[in-house]
């Protein structure tokens, strides 16, 4: 069976994009903060490195309840991280580089300092300005009680009560993350109209689209039913469920049609990603129909055992899907929000996905953790569709999980009541230099949170040029992706067993052994290999080959 990535075409249908998360990528001015300039002064890495575009997370105005994905005002800057003048530069020496650029926006909530959330509270029940949020009555007798069960992914109640104008305990608001993150209520016209006006605004100053957070959540179900089950964002295969009653309603669809019509109007083919926590791959599919988005992420392949038949049945559903609909399929191992899988895959095969990595819990063995990321990346890299790459996966960096709890800075750590250690591990800032102050991130010691001392092993400076690197493997990947139009190839699978996963695309054979015993290497020329080969040409047990037919 043959399979390729869709028969969408254009640039966005097999590039490699590559997540900065700024504060942790590179600090211009030494407050322990990247920042915009620091970026811009590190383009040219990504350059060498080789991707297509870069996604830049949420640099907006904000408190930073959430690390900015609360936005204060999405037409600004926050001075943590520049100006707007530093923003339209990023921009403008990203195209000089033929690097396109891809911003976040954050829909489903604004922060509680909005200049509309303040204008809510002050205006009290009934008001048009509320009505731009989910503001409800309470129940109980005094209406004590929050409108209904929700609970919040950070952990806690979804619900938090106000107090009105004239001092009295009032109605209550939504916010499916933190209380700093009051949503938003999609059926206003108002809030559809004000971010068709946010697109505009970045589109005319030149970014090549927007990676959408939360995208399944903009709709909540009109009756805002109760739901029992746990409150996550993807909590499995629930086939057989309800979806529930904040998630992936058809509602949303309507909304990125708009935005669609609107993206399709500015030359250049500017994109839209959906950030869609959306199961099965089915469903996911909808948002990436030929008038919606233009990618989804595959979070079902990032979360898929390290076993072959795992991997076999996430590829071939995932492209299944998307061909129904003409897109192409992402692939994504790591993220802001996730375990760095350099961490992840060190961990038992079939461990559920951990909410964080900390002191006292399971920690991960390093040097098979890595071995396998590497494996995991170069048969990533072989699928037709488009690559994810987070800032750091490059160098190898695994999740900081022996980091102090008093460091922590995610809001799930505190509202879970510590018992989710959350985020902070996968973001720690990344090291360039192994003898430079904060490993070169920035030009003093500060870091916002601690980098581990093994991060001088890891440094850029200490592998560019080193053979067998995990940065000149991402390198050597990377370059006979575009040189064999991987991206753009068609998958015919080879061998699907228990232990071995083989495809060909397009000219090159892939193999990732899987098994305990060494396995023989295709034949043809080998052209990449995520570890070294047995003495007597075999593939060992965690390695994936590329080979070029003969």
């Given at each position: 069976m043959e399979q390729s990535a869709g028969p969408a075409t254009g640039w966005w249908t097999e590039a490699v994009i590559y997540q900065i998360y700024p504060r942790s990528f590179a600090d211009s001015n030494g407050d322990g903060i990247g920042d915009l300039p620091g970026i811009t002064a590190r383009l040219d890495h990504l350059v060498e490195l080789g991707v297509d575009a870069v996604w830049l997370s949420p640099f907006y105005p904000s408190p930073q309840a959430d690390a900015g994905y609360d936005v204060a005002d999405y037409r600004d800057v926050d001075p943590l991280?520049?100006?707007l003048a530093d923003a339209d530069k990023l921009i403008t020496e990203a195209r000089s580089r033929g690097l396109r650029v891809i911003v976040d926006l954050v829909p489903n909530h604004t922060s509680s300092a909005h200049r509309w959330f303040t204008a809510a509270l002050a205006a009290g029940p009934g008001s048009p300005e509320?009505?731009?949020y989910v503001f409800r009555d309470g129940t109980g007798a005094d209406g004590d009680q929050p409108p209904n069960d929700w609970q919040s992914v950070f952990g806690g109640p979804a619900w938090t009560r106000v107090t009105e104008p004239d001092g009295r305990p009032g109605q209550w608001y939504l916010h499916l993350f933190d209380p700093g993150q009051p949503d938003l209520n999609w059926d206003n016209p108002d809030v559809r109209a004000e971010f068709l006006d946010v697109l505009r605004f970045w589109l005319d100053r030149g970014v090549d689209g927007f990676r959408v957070d939360v995208a399944h959540g903009l709709i909540?179900?009109?009756d805002l039913a109760d739901w029992q089950e746990p409150q996550e964002i993807l909590s499995g295969r629930e086939v057989d469920k309800p979806r529930p009653p904040m998630w992936d309603q058809?509602?949303?669809?309507?909304?990125?049609?708009?935005w669609r019509a609107l993206l399709d109007s500015y030359p250049g083919e500017r994109i839209l990603v959906a950030e869609a926590w959306v199961e099965p791959a089915e469903r996911l599919a909808r948002y990436v129909r030929p008038d919606e988005m233009h990618q989804a992420?595959?979070?079902e392949y990032l979360l898929a055992s390290w076993t072959a038949p795992a991997q076999y049945a996430v590829i071939t559903r995932s492209l299944e899907a998307t061909d129904t609909v003409g897109a192409p399929t992402?692939?994504?191992?790591s993220n802001h929000d996730v375990v760095r899988h350099a961490s992840r895959l060190g961990l038992p095969v079939g461990t559920p996905r951990p909410h964080?990595?900390?002191?006292?819990?399971e920690q991960p063995d390093t040097a098979l953790g890595l071995r396998r990321a590497r494996a995991a990346t170069l048969l990533m890299l072989a699928l037709p569709g488009s690559a994810y790459l987070y800032q750091g996966e490059e160098l190898g960096l695994p999740e900081h999980t022996t980091m102090p709890d008093e460091a922590r800075q995610d809001p799930t750590w505190e509202r879970s009541g510590h018992t989710l250690r959350g985020r902070d591990g996968c973001r720690v800032p990344i090291p360039w230099e192994a003898d430079a102050p904060s490993y070169g991130f920035g030009p003093t010691d500060a870091s916002w949170l601690p980098q581990p001392p093994l991060w001088a092993e890891f440094a850029l400076d200490r592998q560019r040029g080193v053979p067998g690197s995990t940065?000149?493997?991402y390198r050597t990947a990377l370059r006979l992706r575009r040189e064999h139009g991987l991206g753009r190839g068609t998958l015919a699978w080879l061998a699907t067993g228990d232990e071995v996963l083989s495809f060909r695309n397009d000219g090159l054979t892939v193999l990732t052994n899987f098994g305990p015993a060494a396995v023989p290497a295709p034949a043809g020329e080998l052209v990449a290999t995520s570890a070294p080969l047995t003495d007597d040409g075999l593939v060992p047990t965690d390695v994936t080959v590329w080979v070029r037919s003969a």
């Amino acid at each position: 069976m043959e399979q390729s990535a869709g028969p969408a075409t254009g640039w966005w249908t097999e590039a490699v994009i590559y997540q900065i998360y700024p504060r942790s990528f590179a600090d211009s001015n030494g407050d322990g903060i990247g920042d915009l300039p620091g970026i811009t002064a590190r383009l040219d890495h990504l350059v060498e490195l080789g991707v297509d575009a870069v996604w830049l997370s949420p640099f907006y105005p904000s408190p930073q309840a959430d690390a900015g994905y609360d936005v204060a005002d999405y037409r600004d800057v926050d001075p943590l991280f520049g100006t707007l003048a530093d923003a339209d530069k990023l921009i403008t020496e990203a195209r000089s580089r033929g690097l396109r650029v891809i911003v976040d926006l954050v829909p489903n909530h604004t922060s509680s300092a909005h200049r509309w959330f303040t204008a809510a509270l002050a205006a009290g029940p009934g008001s048009p300005e509320r009505d731009r949020y989910v503001f409800r009555d309470g129940t109980g007798a005094d209406g004590d009680q929050p409108p209904n069960d929700w609970q919040s992914v950070f952990g806690g109640p979804a619900w938090t009560r106000v107090t009105e104008p004239d001092g009295r305990p009032g109605q209550w608001y939504l916010h499916l993350f933190d209380p700093g993150q009051p949503d938003l209520n999609w059926d206003n016209p108002d809030v559809r109209a004000e971010f068709l006006d946010v697109l505009r605004f970045w589109l005319d100053r030149g970014v090549d689209g927007f990676r959408v957070d939360v995208a399944h959540g903009l709709i909540k179900q009109a009756d805002l039913a109760d739901w029992q089950e746990p409150q996550e964002i993807l909590s499995g295969r629930e086939v057989d469920k309800p979806r529930p009653p904040m998630w992936d309603q058809d509602g949303v669809h309507e909304i990125y049609r708009d935005w669609r019509a609107l993206l399709d109007s500015y030359p250049g083919e500017r994109i839209l990603v959906a950030e869609a926590w959306v199961e099965p791959a089915e469903r996911l599919a909808r948002y990436v129909r030929p008038d919606e988005m233009h990618q989804a992420f595959n979070f079902e392949y990032l979360l898929a055992s390290w076993t072959a038949p795992a991997q076999y049945a996430v590829i071939t559903r995932s492209l299944e899907a998307t061909d129904t609909v003409g897109a192409p399929t992402t692939w994504v191992l790591s993220n802001h929000d996730v375990v760095r899988h350099a961490s992840r895959l060190g961990l038992p095969v079939g461990t559920p996905r951990p909410h964080g990595i900390g002191i006292g819990d399971e920690q991960p063995d390093t040097a098979l953790g890595l071995r396998r990321a590497r494996a995991a990346t170069l048969l990533m890299l072989a699928l037709p569709g488009s690559a994810y790459l987070y800032q750091g996966e490059e160098l190898g960096l695994p999740e900081h999980t022996t980091m102090p709890d008093e460091a922590r800075q995610d809001p799930t750590w505190e509202r879970s009541g510590h018992t989710l250690r959350g985020r902070d591990g996968c973001r720690v800032p990344i090291p360039w230099e192994a003898d430079a102050p904060s490993y070169g991130f920035g030009p003093t010691d500060a870091s916002w949170l601690p980098q581990p001392p093994l991060w001088a092993e890891f440094a850029l400076d200490r592998q560019r040029g080193v053979p067998g690197s995990t940065y000149e493997l991402y390198r050597t990947a990377l370059r006979l992706r575009r040189e064999h139009g991987l991206g753009r190839g068609t998958l015919a699978w080879l061998a699907t067993g228990d232990e071995v996963l083989s495809f060909r695309n397009d000219g090159l054979t892939v193999l990732t052994n899987f098994g305990p015993a060494a396995v023989p290497a295709p034949a043809g020329e080998l052209v990449a290999t995520s570890a070294p080969l047995t003495d007597d040409g075999l593939v060992p047990t965690d390695v994936t080959v590329w080979v070029r037919s003969a």
